[in-house]
């Protein structure tokens, strides 16, 4: 087995890599002088089982060919199966056409890409939509991160004495993972109607479910902007929550999200490093970061010996 990584989480693919007690593969991952990406293998990968780590974060364009160049060159050098460990996938959001828009479903664009570049299975966390699984004609694991922070989250509410707790969902769409949340912390559920009029905008509509003098936990599987989560907290405590938590498993933050977070009435957000944090976001005492590398390390030592992750994370 030989773990590689591109460079959108450098950081988190080392600790993977000492997760499992091994050194990251030797490849050479940078540019040449006009932009493009120079990839070079610099060890024998023949008949080996080889995992890439890459995210495709921002930037999202560059971190996508990266790591579809480094899937070529190790498939070109012989390796014998190739997996693609991807924490976040990009693009994701952009999974079908609302009302016969015309717009791309892109989603199914990187799944083709990734397929054509010989990647024989793909392995990641929290996909924004289940429904992408079958945009892929090979095997995809999609990992529940919830079982694994769940400690966490535990950690940080239950320290205050926070046991009358609601867990909310952000959005309709989330309910299935709030309740899956819900379940794990024994607490009631409740949901945020909103309306989204145009990308990364968000108006909240309704308060589904009762929060008057309760903790309130944000689900969500990722941040972005973070306006849709700062809307929400503020609905919960203009409905008589008394605090309000949140969690989401991929740290996007663009635009001015940390600035938004500072100024929310969210008491503490956990986010994970699925996606490389930059330093504001570690400056910023509102959220607690969880890594998601031990988990990944399990995941791919279960891949390479062909057993289940199922029993033990919980996948689709």
Same mark, same amino acid.
């Given at each position: 087995?030989?773990?590689?990584?591109?460079?959108?989480?450098?950081?988190?693919? *080392?600790?993977?890599?000492?997760?499992?007690?091994? =050194?990251?593969? #030797?490849?050479?991952?940078?540019?040449?002088?006009?932009?493009? %990406?120079?990839?070079?293998?610099?060890?024998?990968?023949?008949?080996?089982?080889?995992?890439?780590?890459?995210?495709?974060?921002?930037? !999202?364009? &560059? =971190?996508?060919? /990266?790591?579809?160049?480094?899937?070529?060159?190790?498939?070109?050098?012989?390796?014998?199966?190739?997996?693609?460990?991807?924490?976040?996938?990009?693009?994701?959001?952009? &999974?079908?056409?609302?009302?016969?828009? *015309?717009?791309?479903?892109?989603?199914?664009?990187?799944?083709?890409?990734?397929?054509?570049?010989?990647?024989?299975?793909?392995?990641? %966390?929290?996909?924004?939509?289940?429904?992408?699984?079958?945009?892929?004609?090979?095997?995809?694991?999609?990992?529940?991160?919830?079982?694994?922070?769940?400690?966490?989250?535990?950690?940080?509410?239950?320290?205050?004495?926070? /046991?009358?707790?609601?867990?909310?969902?952000?959005?309709?769409?989330?309910?299935?993972?709030?309740?899956?949340?819900?379940?794990?912390?024994?607490? /009631?559920?409740?949901?945020?109607?909103?309306?989204?009029?145009?990308?990364?905008?968000?108006?909240?509509?309704?308060?589904?479910?009762?929060?008057?003098?309760?903790?309130?936990?944000?689900?969500? &599987?990722?941040?972005?902007?973070?306006?849709?989560?700062?809307?929400?907290?503020?609905?919960?405590?203009?409905?008589?929550?008394?605090?309000?938590?949140?969690?989401?498993?991929?740290?996007?933050? +663009?635009?001015?999200?940390?600035?938004?977070?500072?100024?929310?009435?969210?008491?503490?957000?956990?986010?994970?490093? !699925?996606?490389?944090?930059?330093? $504001?976001?570690?400056?910023? $005492?509102?959220?607690?970061? !969880?890594?998601?590398?031990?988990?990944?390390? $399990?995941?791919?030592? *279960?891949?390479? #010996? $062909?057993?289940?992750? +199922?029993?033990?994370?919980?996948?689709?």
């Amino acid at each position: 087995m030989i773990l590689f990584s591109g460079n959108s989480n450098i950081n988190l693919a *080392r600790q993977v890599a000492k997760n499992l007690a091994i =050194n990251l593969g #030797n490849a050479t991952v940078n540019r040449f002088s006009d932009g493009e %990406i120079n990839i070079k293998i610099n060890q024998n990968v023949r008949g080996k089982d080889v995992f890439i780590l890459q995210s495709t974060s921002s930037p !999202t364009n &560059d =971190n996508l060919m /990266e790591l579809l160049i480094l899937a070529d060159a190790i498939s070109r050098a012989s390796a014998s199966r190739i997996t693609a460990v991807m924490p976040y996938f990009g693009y994701a959001r952009q &999974d079908r056409r609302v009302r016969s828009d *015309r717009v791309p479903i892109s989603a199914k664009v990187v799944a083709n890409m990734l397929t054509a570049a010989k990647i024989n299975r793909l392995l990641t %966390i929290d996909l924004h939509s289940e429904q992408i699984q079958g945009f892929f004609d090979i095997p995809v694991d999609n990992i529940y991160a919830s079982n694994f922070i769940i400690e966490d989250i535990k950690g940080y509410l239950y320290d205050n004495g926070n /046991e009358d707790l609601v867990v909310v969902s952000p959005d309709i769409g989330g309910v299935q993972r709030a309740r899956a949340f819900a379940k794990l912390l024994s607490a /009631e559920l409740a949901i945020v109607d909103k309306r989204r009029p145009e990308p990364n905008k968000s108006e909240v509509m309704n308060i589904i479910g009762n929060v008057k003098n309760k903790t309130c936990l944000l689900v969500d &599987d990722m941040i972005d902007t973070g306006g849709s989560l700062d809307q929400a907290a503020k609905a919960l405590i203009s409905n008589n929550a008394n605090e309000v938590f949140a969690c989401a498993t991929h740290a996007v933050c +663009s635009g001015e999200f940390n600035k938004k977070i500072k100024e929310s009435p969210l008491k503490k957000i956990l986010l994970t490093d !699925t996606i490389h944090f930059p330093q $504001e976001l570690e400056n910023n $005492e509102k959220i607690i970061k !969880t890594s998601v590398a031990p988990f990944l390390a $399990e995941s791919i030592i *279960r891949v390479a #010996n $062909e057993e289940s992750l +199922s029993a033990v994370f919980g996948i689709n």
